[in-house]
T-cell receptor
Framework: EAGVAQSPRYKIIEKRQSVAFWCNPI?????LYWYQQILGQGPKLLIQ????????DSQLPKDRFSAERLKGVDSTLKIQPAKLEDSAVYLC???????????????FGAGSRLTVL | AQSVAQPEDQVKVAEGNPLTVKCTYS??????LFWYVQYPNRGLQFLLK??????LVKGSYGFEAEFNKSQTSFHLKKPSALVSDSALYFC?????????????FGTGTRLTIIP
């Protein structure tokens, strides 16, 4: 099966500019996650979708970050305006429904590396 | 909240020697624990998970992990290291809230296998 697709792979912007990242999960995967991975740290969850609904955005800086998954398939994460501390890799992951105790696990995309100057 | 800790930022092992990457956990209830590996410019790849059952879990690429409830640990192991095992390794724990599941990751351990 095709993996989780993300684009762009790399993006360099200046602070206060805006940027958008796109994710296409594995076909049929109902749950989609966006994680932020800052250099030297573990991935941190930003937002979780179940189909087209948000189920957890408690760690999303909502004054500058937004995300949507309008048709329950692909998703877009936007940052506006960007700050220096937003420099990170943005990872998208997806999985089927059901419990993580079952056969399904999170499958990650290659990530989008953002550098804010 | 559930959490995991990886006490070593970096581990270096000679090729052919056994390797161990350490992880300890703090959870309420039964832990669901995971190991992921990240190669340069790649996303995280699933290695193995512990849900219940045998304390020794076998996974991809010859890796295994030992669950120890009394020590609240879930160390990743391999009997004979390969240079290609050099990568960043993350331990993770399932975090559950109102039916929503996510993974909470440790800070990662960089494993370097020396030829």
């Amino acid at each position: 099966e095709a993996g989780v697709a993300q684009s762009p792979r790399y993006k360099i912007i200046e602070k206060r500019q805006s940027v958008a990242f796109w994710c296409n999960p594995i076909s049929g995967h109902a749950t989609l996650y966006w994680y932020q991975q800052i250099l030297g740290q573990g991935p941190k969850l930003l937002i979780q979708f179940q189909n087209n609904g948000v189920v957890d955005d408690s760690q999303l800086p909502k004054d500058r970050f937004s995300a949507e998954r309008l048709k329950g398939v692909d998703s877009t994460l936007k940052i506006q305006p960007a700050k220096l501390e937003d420099s990170a890799v943005y990872l998208c992951a997806s999985r089927t429904g059901g419990s993580l105790s079952g056969a399904n696990v999170l499958t990650f995309g290659a990530g989008s590396r953002l550098t804010v100057l | 909240a559930q959490s995991v800790a990886q006490p070593e930022d970096q581990v270096k092992v000679a090729e052919g020697n056994p390797l161990t990457v350490k992880c300890t956990y703090s959870v309420s209830g039964n832990p669901y624990l995971f190991w992921y590996v990240q190669y340069p410019n790649r996303g995280l790849q699933f290695l193995l998970k512990y849900i219940t059952g045998d304390n020794l879990v076998k996974g991809s690429y010859g890796f295994e992990a030992e669950f120890n409830k009394s020590q609240t640990s879930f160390h990743l192991k391999k009997p004979s290291a390969l240079v290609s095992d050099s990568a960043l390794y993350f331990c993770a724990v399932r975090d559950w809230n109102f039916g929503n599941e996510k993974l909470t990751f440790g800070t990662g351990t960089r494993l370097t296998i020396i030829p």
